[in-house]
């Protein structure tokens, strides 16, 4: 059996080259064996056999399902015979082998940890015993003791590790025993002693960082003064001279620093002993980046721990000043390390930076002068990109320094919260100096000191905002009228240009420095940049900045604003332009405004038969000679052409509210026509309904006699992705136009809502408790059926509900079933708001219809378990209800009384006297108190107490 088991073995971990159902029948005969009820007890017999490493491995891997899923099922001779084998194999076998391989080791530890943790202390209360008395057989059983302790912490003792609670239970059993039978003090001493024999001798680095994990694992739990104590104390500063073990050293100081105590003396007391920041402060910068790493982790732990435990002790105990002393040389540190220049290694004591920030802005501990000054240097210095940085490259190396520049960036931030004077000062100095030197500076120097700027109005108040204003114009006039936008990099360049766009609406009132930014712009700085991407970034800037301007401070250069960008607002079908269809857009809108709030009326026109009217000529010519037929579905180009000439005329039409300019309403005829001769292009159809939502507000009752050939071919030919807008135009209409739009709505409103009922009916019936919707489709369904509502709530708010009269029942069918529709809560208010208005105007029939259909919803659905009354939502649903309810009884009370004593409450099985109780309430008091009483009802019935 044994040369079978092990090819067996050998073949299933694919040593070796077999055929593939060779493999499968030593996969089998592994699974077979390792289920099979003695297959443990071969492979212990196995294991304390020469033989190669693999079938040593599945033997213990064997082994180890035996006591994870098999081990009460063993009786209790096995069991010790299990146990007994396993420790005479580390007693007798490891001191004879010292070279067995490290995952044999390992794997042993772990199962010797499971055993522990099933049967310590009662099945095994000499454990620790056992385990001790291994530690005389020399270095190689020492480490596997160490190798045993830490699996024993990884099994069973770790707090970081996530367990169950019952895990939990049986760890802190095992806690309290090993604490009660001095095992925990045994453990201790004998750590001491492997340090104090391998580590002062120098040997055996192995063993006593093995021994310095130990320690630092088990530092969270037992009694802190174990580790504190003086003779410990020595030798980890002694052996923090030692390159092999300072790492495992730091780990230990960062587990006795991060100890929770609630006594915040006793923890700053615990940082005197220690003297870390003494011990760190003569760490070079240029030291192995392990070490640095370890050495950032605790002081980035010291400082946040240091600074939490010093606000909360009481200013007059005296250890008040030492704690100043004590924070003083932790910003040291922080400010050594912060500064390093590795990204890494500075951003692992940001914990700290932010600590102290938070804590200057409530209750400063130390005076923050110097440090605010020094940090600003640093944030300056960790901010700037290096001169070989390849901003074309898309590498984890550019994107991760990009999200540590980020962070820098908030901390930066957050002292604008609490000295922005101080940051103020800082920046000023910094854009003079650069300006000064500009030519003589790297791009990265000059780049850094726009990216400050930038930052600091980055999430800051608005009341901030306004009051740092006289330096935002300072500063921008001070950029504007220097030469700053013409260093030659894109960073700069870009940089320059989001700083002007941020602080726009600070540009002081005067020409000079409004023309200096417009130029910037419009020159090879801006729009007409040699890279895509500044061009890009800047038009869509340029807009921004346009938009924040004052009109009457843009009229004396709106003729050169447009004739620099004459050549770039040219619409072709030319696949190659300077700039693209977003970028144009962004153009086409900002001049709009400008245009059409400045000069006269004879300079509007003027304007408009420049930039617009060529687009309207152009869409004319398309549609005059069939161009469009000419395109393929895989090439619309015309089609395109079209789509993107009406959003130009619609985005600039945006600066013409109200105007009334006839080549707006030109080119709405041109548009409706192109509609009735495109109608299945979903392109046009979207663009169709954008420029109608534009003229609303442009040319007003002007739109009128198109509004109707419009809306009804879109309701003939729309899609659900389209239902959802066009009802939004139709709102939109209805608001604006109110009883003018009837004749339209007439022709319309059949097959709206034909079409309509069709989509909302493919949702199905309404599952309760969905919180989401689970499809793309359901999502878009789900939104037609939202402006379905306002649809129905715009026609009932402007008085038109008397166009619902053929097809009321239709409606209030649906609108019944939102009531119900607990996907959405705010349609469910919304439907509930919609009936009250319908009863407020209703007359004899329809209260009777009222009566018995939605007063059921109204004494029924507050008592369905998803109707939650404790969520914030649901009681504004019910405050509707309730305001309905109000409402009927108001309008209807003899009728409404009797319909609920002597038909609706008696079919809901509601005694009598309940029902008399809840009627004299909703007759007698106002609404908010029958909201106060209705709660109260509700809570009580649901419970079960009806």
Wanted: hydrophobic share 45%; net charge negative.
């Amino acid at each position: 059996m044994t040369d079978e088991f092990d090819q067996a073995v050998l073949c299933s971990y694919n040593v070796g080259q077999y055929p593939e159902d060779v493999k499968k029948r030593a996969v089998e005969y592994c699974s077979n064996l390792q289920r099979s009820p003695n297959g443990w007890a071969f492979c212990l017999e196995k294991f304390f056999q020469p033989t190669r490493i693999e079938i040593k491995f599945f033997c213990l891997v064997v082994i180890q399902d035996v006591i994870f899923y098999r081990y009460e099922s063993l009786t209790d001779q096995d069991k010790t015979r299990l146990k007994a084998s396993l420790m005479n194999w580390v007693r007798e076998y490891i001191p004879n082998n010292p070279t067995e391989d490290q995952a044999i080791k390992n794997k042993y530890a772990q199962i010797l940890a499971i055993l522990f943790r099933n049967d310590y202390p009662d099945r095994w209360p000499s454990f620790f015993t056992d385990l001790f008395g291994i530690l005389f057989g020399g270095p190689v059983c020492i480490d596997m003791f160490l190798r045993i302790i830490r699996s024993v912490d990884e099994e069973v003792l770790s707090k970081t590790v996530q367990r169950q609670n019952v895990e939990v239970a049986v760890t802190n059993n095992i806690k309290e025993a090993m604490k009660a039978e001095g095992a925990v003090q045994k453990l201790v001493d004998t750590w001491y002693q492997i340090l104090e024999t391998y580590g002062t001798a120098g040997t055996h680095n192995e063993i006593c960082n093995l021994c310095l994990d130990s320690i630092s694992r088990f530092i969270n739990w037992i009694d802190i003064s174990f580790i504190t104590s003086d003779k410990f104390i020595f030798l980890f500063y002694k052996f923090l001279n030692n390159v092999n073990l300072r790492e495992k050293i730091l780990t230990c100081f960062f587990e006795l620093i991060y100890k929770g105590m609630a006594d915040p003396v006793a923890k700053i007391s615990l940082f005197g002993k220690l003297r870390i920041s003494q011990l760190l402060s003569t760490v070079s910068m240029d030291d192995e980046g392990d070490f640095l790493d370890e050495a950032a982790k605790v002081v980035n732990t010291m400082g946040m721990e240091l600074l939490l435990s010093a606000a909360k002790l009481n200013p007059q105990q005296q250890i008040q000043l030492e704690t100043v002393k004590m924070v003083e040389e932790a910003l040291s540190l922080l400010f050594k390390f912060m500064n390093n220049d590795d990204d890494d290694i500075s951003f692992a004591v940001f914990g700290f930076a932010t600590t102290y920030l938070n804590t200057m802005k409530t209750s400063p501990s130390v005076d923050p002068t110097d440090h605010f000054d020094l940090m600003l240097q640093i944030i300056r210095r960790k901010m700037k990109y290096q001169d070989d940085f390849d901003f074309s490259a898309r590498d984890e190396e550019e994107a991760e320094f990009q999200k540590y520049r980020k962070e820098v960036a908030h901390l930066m931030q957050m002292m604008m919260k609490i000295i922005p004077d101080r940051v103020a000062q800082f920046v000023h100095g910094s854009l003079e100096m650069v300006i000064q030197n500009l030519t003589s500076l790297t791009f990265s120097d000059v780049e850094v000191t726009l990216y400050m700027f930038y930052v600091m109005g980055d999430g800051i108040s608005m009341d901030l905002m306004t009051k740092l204003e006289p330096f935002w114009t300072s500063e921008i006039t001070l950029l504007a009228s220097s030469n700053i936008s013409t260093y030659n990099h894109q960073a700069v360049t870009l940089q320059y240009f989001e700083v002007i766009s941020r602080f726009s609406k600070f540009i002081p009132n005067d020409p000079e420095v409004l023309k200096n930014i417009l130029v910037s712009f419009l020159d090879g700085r801006g729009i007409r940049n040699p890279t895509p991407m500044i061009r890009s970034r800047c038009c869509y800037l340029l807009y921004k900045f346009l938009k924040t301007q004052k009109v009457v401070n843009l009229v004396p250069f709106v003729e050169s604003i447009l004739l620099s960008l004459k050549e770039l607002l040219v619409i072709s079908t030319e696949t190659r332009k300077i700039i693209s269809f977003d970028d144009q857009l962004n153009l086409f809108d900002a001049l709009g405004t400008i245009v059409g709030q400045a000069g006269t009326e004879e300079a509007k026109q003027r304007h408009l038969a420049t930039i617009i009217e060529p687009l309207h000529q152009q869409i004319l010519a398309i549609m005059s000679e069939k161009l469009y037929l000419r395109d393929t579905p895989d090439n619309p180009v015309y089609t395109i052409y079209l789509v993107q000439m009406i959003h130009f005329i619609g985005s600039f039409s945006k600066g013409f509210n109200g105007q009334k300019m006839a080549i707006f309403s030109r080119t709405l005829d041109l548009v409706v026509e192109l509609l009735t001769l495109l109608p299945q292009v979903e392109e046009i159809r979207a663009k169709s309904i954008f420029y109608l939502h534009r003229m609303i507000a442009c040319i007003g009752e002007e739109v009128l006699p198109r509004v109707q050939v419009e809306v009804s071919t879109l309701v003939n030919h729309c899609n659900v992705k389209d239902m959802a807008e066009l009802i939004r135009l139709i709102n939109q209409l209805i608001t604006e136009f109110k009883e003018k739009m009837i004749p339209t709505l007439q022709t319309i409103l059949v097959p709206l809502l034909t079409k309509l009922f069709a989509i909302m009916s493919e949702l199905g019936s309404v599952t309760p408790n969905v919180s989401a919707p689970k499809s793309e489709a359901e999502r878009e369904i789900l939104e037609v059926q939202k402006h379905y509502y306002l649809f129905v709530s715009t026609i009932i708010n402007t008085n038109l509900a008397s166009i619902f009269t053929q097809v009321l029942p239709d409606v209030l069918k649906t609108v019944l079933i939102g009531c119900t529709e607990y996907r959405d809560l705010n349609i469910v208010k919304q439907c509930y708001t919609i009936l009250n208005k319908m009863v407020e105007g209703g007359d004899a029939n329809f209260n009777l219809i009222i009566f018995e259909q939605v007063a059921p919803l109204l004494l029924k659905e507050p008592f369905r378990p998803e109707f939650n009354l404790n969520d914030g939502q649901t009681n504004l649903v019910l405050a509707v209800m309730i305001q309905l309810e109000k409402s009927i009884m108001l309008k209807c009370r003899e009728e409404f009384t009797r319909y609920l004593i002597q038909i609706l409450l008696p079919s809901m099985q509601w005694p009598s006297q309940v029902s008399e109780e809840y009627v004299t309430a909703l007759q007698s008091l106002d609404a908010k108190q029958f909201k106060a009483f209705f709660l109260q009802f509700a809570a009580k019935y649901k419970s079960g107490k009806k």
